[in-house]
């Protein structure tokens, strides 16, 4: 069908309230929280999951009922909103990877200083404004001249979400069922510590069979809510790399290693002050030299590494598959930027932003990174530079990224690999100018962190860009939208990370200052950014690990299964995997059962099972982010610890008994979302 024989659901003749005061505040609430919500899941789990159908589910049903909006103004809601989630995942994949660059004196980063709330946010709306600035002239060749070629799956399924909306529906009710359950089950788990947190079995260092294996899961909500929606094939090839890790790789190493070298790596990755000071990673104890958590001290000192190496050739071999798709993508776009200049029309749902916005907001930009005193560099040719770079890069990766999204949609979009290889571009420019060594690796950092949040940006602006040409917004209002989302999500996306990083009382103990990093949350792509950029320009990385990493990444690839999800499995703990695993069988056990039923993407998105889980997802990130906030504030920390009655429950049944009894609320909430999964769902029209 041509361009002229398309027909939107809203005529571009019609005169229906979009842009308006009502549809942007709600869009930016539902921006801060999903944006707060995606920065704790991606900082714990590495994963993120898009939040433009749950926003659009919410916007039928509240915004319908209780504000009276139109279908374009609920699309005006779910585009500004949608920009929280992309920007926070974008931040949480790169920036805290100032922690872990080159430490400096008293074994710090010495990049640190720059993990300041005002960098991020500076950071984090630059980036967001990038990728959307270099849509604007992508729009027309790849949301309307490619209609028919790029089907854009999350964008469709989200017009047709609000179009069944418009028509009648009750979408959002088993949604905020999930929302509801999540709440009250993490209120008994992080408040009142009813159900445990992360039962545990391990093996002590003495096992001649399997020294020091260790089998854990954080049963929460959003694991489970994060598992159902991406699959059993996913989650199975996430736990295969924890497996892996914990049960094979620590094991090893625990009979081969003593104790003594652990601790010596350790000091030397600065999780552990000195040998001869008890504490770091592990709890090392000097004077018996052995370690209270010896699996946990052989994962951060040896098997993180192993892990980075995994991911980082993992996101090689997933860019290198899409390279002929990358090249013919940037060609086709700027071919068709060419061939549409000509023309033009001033319809409603043809009006962009102009063309001259984005040469003048790329000057900007470039000019702002050179005088901001946040951004890292020596010199206003450091910081000039690193501006063209961002730019450069940033028109690339965002026509890559929009093209990617639209042919195999949002959760398949390789922006690790598009970051790595924007990274090690940075880092070789900068050494073919004598840029070496630690004072330019915060440079390089913020280079490839612009353009993951850009890239990241750009592939939910095209999918909101999609929705919008189906059902007849106006694309100008659209943009202006994810500008607005972009800043103010940003505003509590810096926030929400400053306050997760701050460390717990028993972390101080043991000589830890950022919970970022730690098996809390462990942030593995931001671990990976930082080693490989400490590899290139400081010369000073672990090879022997991080290459033992990058074979065995190989030899699964040439296993014929996803090399890039098994080397995140086997980056993560175990304690992570295993209950997102637990989701994704329990999706199995309903797509069984239900495996003679063809569904199509908008049916699959909008499934019983798929809201409840996004209802957990939702409730569980919320609330932690919640408890997180609280624990800050000394006076309200102690309250809480007054209403926890986990001592109770280990003096009637003991630690093993408490923790058998957080495994079966967690087998319970499971039934209770396959009972869900295996409802009749509302039909779209």
Known sequence: ??????????????????????????????????????????LKAGLTVSASIPIAVLAITLGKKFFKTTILENNIIQTTGSAGESIAAGVVFTLPGFLFLSTGIGGQSSSEAFFNYMTILILAILGGILGTLMMIPLRRSLIVKEHENLPYPEGTACASVLQAGEKGGTFARTAFWGLGFSLVYALLQKVFHVVAEAPTWATKQANKFLP?????????????????????????????????????????LATLIDPLVAAKQLTKLGLLLDITKPGGAGNWDPITQTFADYPRAIYQAFVKQIGAGAVAAGGFITLSKTIPTIISSFKE?????????????????????????????SLVLILLMA???????????????????????????????????????????????????????????????????KIYE????????????????????????????????????????????????????????????????????????????????AAPQATLMATLIKGMLSFNLDWQYVLVGVFIAITIELCGINALSFAVGAYLPLSTTLPIFAGGAIKGLVNWREKQ???????EEIAPGNLFATG????????????????????????????????????????????????????FMGFVLYTIGIKKQEKID
């Open 1 to 42: 069908m041509s361009k002229e024989e398309f027909k939107p659901f809203v005529p571009a003749e019609s005169n229906v309230a979009e842009f308006t005061i009502k549809s942007i505040l709600l869009g930016c609430i539902a921006g801060i929280i999903f944006g707060a919500a995606t920065v704790y899941l991606a």
């Open 212 to 252: 020091s294996a260790q089998v854990s899961g954080e049963i929460t909500p959003e694991y489970m809510g994060v598992g159902y929606i991406i699959g059993p094939k996913i989650s199975g090839i996430l736990v295969a790399g924890g497996v892996l890790a914990w049960l094979a790789l620590i094991p090893l």
């Open 333 to 361: 776009s700027v071919s068709s930027i060419k061939e549409g200049k000509a023309g033009g029309t001033i319809k409603r749902t043809d009006r962009d932003l102009s063309i001259k916005l984005v040469g003048i907001g």
């Open 371 to 437: 005088v901001l005193p946040q951004i890292p560099g020596d010199s206003i040719l450091n910081k000039l530079l690193i501006g063209v770079l961002v730019v450069v890069f940033g028109a690339f990766f965002v026509t890559v990224s929009s093209r990617i999204v639209g042919l195999i949609g949002s959760s398949n979009n390789p922006i690790s690999g598009m970051t790595i290889a924007t990274i090690m571009g940075t880092c070789l420019v900068f050494i073919a100018v004598g840029w070496t060594g």
């Open 442 to 521: 915060p440079m390089a950092l913020v280079v490839g962190g612009m353009i993951c949040i850009a890239a990241a940006n750009a592939g939910a602006t095209s999918q909101d860009l999609k929705t919008g040409y189906l059902i007849g917004a106006t694309p100008k209002y659209q943009q202006i939208a994810l500008f607005i989302g972009a800043i103010v999500s940003s505003i509590v996306i810096g926030l929400t990370v400053r306050i997760l990083d701050t460390p717990t009382a028993e972390m101080l103990k043991q000589g830890i200052h950022h919970a970022i990093g730690t098996e809390t949350y």
């Open 597 to 603: 039923k063809i569904k199509s993407v908008e049916e």
């Open 616 to 667: 957990l997802v939702a409730g569980g990130a919320i609330a932690g982010v919640i408890v997180a906030i609280l624990m800050v504030i000394p006076s309200v920390r102690d309250n809480l610890s007054k209403v926890n009655i986990e001592p109770v429950f280990t003096n009637w049944f003991g630690d093993g008994g408490y923790q058998i009894l957080g495994v079966l609320f967690f087998l």
